[in-house]
């Protein structure tokens, strides 16, 4: 599968913003996704995580409540809502997929088998 992530850009402080991250290939409905994030100069993070159904939602404690992700299986696109934006928040978001079955753990980016080349999301105070 092939992943594409779009949306970003600059906001200001307390801004909102979405990123996108489209699916082709084989449908998007298989796979477990989430959404990493780099800052520079720091480590890819775990942002947010979701089921292949949507059904269930894994957060970063620092976005709780702020950011929300969700799927459309049927347009093989996963969402990433992010309000209250911080200059914190600044980064590149890259989209993740996942096949496995067994033992998901959302927030390890070993789970994942593909990725999308990242959008930057700047945030301004």
């Known amino acids: 599968v092939q992943l594409q992530a779009s949306g970003g850009g600059l906001v200001q402080a307390g801004g909102s913003l979405r990123v996108s991250c489209a699916a082709s290939?084989?449908?998007?409905?298989?796979?477990?996704m989430g959404w990493f994030r780099q800052a520079p100069g720091k480590e890819r993070e775990f942002v947010a995580g979701?089921?292949?159904?949507?059904?269930?939602?894994y957060y970063e404690d620092s976005v709780k409540g702020r950011f929300s992700i969700s799927r459309d299986n049927a347009k093989n696109t996963v969402y990433l809502q992010m309000n209250s934006l911080k200059p914190e928040d600044t980064a590149v978001y890259y989209c993740?997929?996942?096949?496995?079955?067994?033992?998901?753990?959302?927030?390890?980016?070993?789970?994942?088998?593909?990725w999308g080349q990242g959008t930057l999301v700047t945030v301004s105070s």
């Open positions: 993740a997929a996942s096949g496995r079955i067994y033992y998901v753990q959302y927030s390890v980016g070993q789970t994942y088998e593909y």
């Open positions: 290939g084989r449908g998007s409905s298989i796979y477990h």
């Open positions: 979701v089921s292949k159904n949507g059904g269930t939602t």
